[in-house]
């Protein structure tokens, strides 16, 4: 099983903003669990993502915010 991840430790991951990460839950395109009143993410699915292409297509889309 892959590690679980906070939002910070996520968008550390990723290197990316909350605001990137939170829109591409809300799309669908990743998948996070409410825990509290953040999100928890798995590793593997972050990892799907990048590896899908559809991390860097996105994130050039909106303008690379990678520090909000």
Known sequence: MSPILTTKEACAYMKCGKKFLYDE?????????????????????????VISGAFIREFYLKGGEAND
């Open 25 to 49: 839950v809300k799309a669908g395109r990743i998948r996070a669990r409410i825990c509290g009143h953040g999100y928890r993410f798995h590793k593997a699915e972050l990892e799907r993502y």
